[in-house]
């Protein structure tokens, strides 16, 4: 069975790390949970260093403190997603963003990936004593608010946004520590416990 983890960004990672996002760039694919990645391309350091002050910075109304990790599968090393964790919220964050915002490369969606990236993350915000994530997607993103509703995601209310995303959105919360224990049997059998950052 194929075993997966979750990566802190190096710089080792830099021709993977730019070629996971140049495949969004091919598909015409939305890019999400990636920690700005897409806005680096050209600057793949000063992204990681982007990462670091992510990490250490003290919440405000215009920035909270995140992690952003690759979904590495273990047989071939390769990135086939992303998750960007954000470990406390501003107001705004609580009206749209949420926690959790991840990906799936195009080339491996429809494997139910996205449910061992949500499932890891969730095992992440469970480190960080975070008892309830808020997530959201577009409604015409089924794949992405189906994941959320698999670990026990309670619709919060579905709205059209026409300040940041001009679509349907449908907000979710999860409670983290039922979700992680509810899914343990089914989700742990998936995860390379030996390079997994918990």
Same mark, same amino acid.
């Given at each position: 069975?194929?075993?997966?983890?979750?990566?802190?960004?190096?710089?080792?990672?830099?021709?993977?790390? $730019? +070629?996971?996002?140049?495949?969004?760039?091919?598909? *015409?694919?939305?890019?999400?949970?990636?920690?700005? !990645? %897409?806005?680096? &391309?050209?600057?793949?350091?000063?992204?990681?260093?982007?990462?670091?002050?992510?990490?250490?910075?003290?919440?405000?109304?215009?920035?909270?403190?995140?992690?952003?990790?690759?979904?590495?599968?273990?047989?071939?090393?390769?990135?086939?997603?992303?998750?960007?964790?954000?470990?406390?919220?501003?107001?705004?964050?609580?009206?749209?963003?949420?926690?959790?915002?991840?990906?799936?490369?195009?080339?491996?969606?429809?494997?139910?990936?996205?449910? $061992? +990236?949500?499932?890891?993350?969730?095992?992440?915000? *469970?480190?960080?004593?975070?008892?309830?994530?808020? !997530? %959201?997607?577009? &409604?015409?993103?089924?794949?992405?608010?189906?994941?959320?509703?698999?670990?026990?995601?309670?619709?919060?209310?579905?709205?059209?946004?026409?300040?940041?995303?001009?679509?349907?959105?449908?907000?979710?919360?999860?409670?983290?520590?039922?979700?992680?224990?509810?899914?343990?049997?089914?989700?742990?059998?998936?995860?390379?416990?030996?390079?997994?950052?918990?």
């Amino acid at each position: 069975m194929e075993k997966y983890y979750l990566e802190i960004p190096t710089a080792n990672r830099k021709k993977d790390a $730019i +070629n996971y996002i140049e495949e969004f760039h091919i598909f *015409n694919s939305d890019i999400n949970g990636t920690g700005g !990645l %897409d806005r680096f &391309l050209d600057n793949y350091e000063g992204w990681l260093n982007k990462l670091e002050e992510d990490y250490k910075r003290i919440p405000n109304e215009e920035k909270v403190p995140a992690r952003t990790f690759f979904l590495v599968r273990k047989s071939d090393n390769k990135i086939i997603g992303m998750i960007n964790i954000r470990l406390a919220l501003n107001e705004k964050l609580k009206k749209f963003g949420g926690n959790i915002g991840y990906s799936i490369r195009p080339t491996e969606r429809g494997n139910g990936f996205n449910n $061992i +990236n949500l499932y890891l993350g969730l095992l992440l915000c *469970n480190k960080y004593n975070i008892d309830k994530v808020l !997530l %959201d997607a577009d &409604l015409e993103n089924p794949a992405s608010w189906k994941t959320m509703e698999k670990f026990g995601g309670r619709l919060l209310r579905e709205y059209y946004d026409d300040v940041y995303a001009n679509c349907t959105v449908r907000d979710y919360e999860i409670e983290v520590k039922p979700a992680v224990l509810n899914y343990k049997k089914e989700m742990e059998q998936y995860i390379d416990f030996d390079n997994f950052i918990v």
